[in-house]
């Protein structure tokens, strides 16, 4: 697999290591109960019940898979999250606007209990979504030719080309 040589500034690290990690403990947590994470997603009534069991083991396993990547900088891992992201702020979303007083099933079965209803639960979803945003563009910032086009260059920029050359 290709890897993504970030910076290794801080404000890239944390950040991807706390979002990979977040979906790491997530998708572990599902999966180590997939029946009540199941009964979770049956209650958004968003899927056909034979999807039920294969969304409720696939789901987790892809959050662990892109969260792990992500911490490890493997190419692709943030887009992975980032889509996971948009899917469950869309899922968490619809729930709202329905009026659905159900547990997200984000990180636990007992969110409701915690008083962590859809509504808290989009709310973390689009700051997570937030620090996604960082992490691309300091990703643009400091790696213009892996966003696809050059970033601008000014007379700062051209001056710290000309430090790290020397």
Do not use: N
Not at 118 to 147: G, K, N, T
């Amino acid at each position: 697999m290709a890897q993504l040589r970030a910076p290794r500034s801080w404000l890239y690290l944390l950040p991807r290591l706390g979002l990979g990690l977040v979906f790491v403990w997530a998708g572990a947590v599902k999966l180590l109960d997939i029946h009540a994470f199941g009964v979770v997603l049956a209650r958004h009534a968003l899927l056909p019940e034979a999807l039920l069991l294969p969304a409720a083991v696939g789901l987790p396993l892809l959050e662990v898979v892109a969260g792990l990547g992500l911490m490890a900088g493997v190419r692709g891992g943030l887009t992975l999250v980032s889509g996971l992201l948009v899917l469950f702020a869309g899922v968490l979303w619809f729930g709202v606007l329905r009026g659905l007083e159900i547990d997200c099933g984000c990180f636990s079965p007992g969110e409701l209990a915690q008083h962590d209803g859809l509504r808290q639960a989009l709310y973390r979803d689009l700051a997570m979504l937030a620090v996604a945003a960082h992490l691309y563009l300091w990703r643009w910032r400091h790696h213009p030719s892996r966003a696809g086009r050059p970033w601008p260059r000014t007379a700062s920029s051209r001056h710290h080309q000309q430090e790290i050359a020397s």
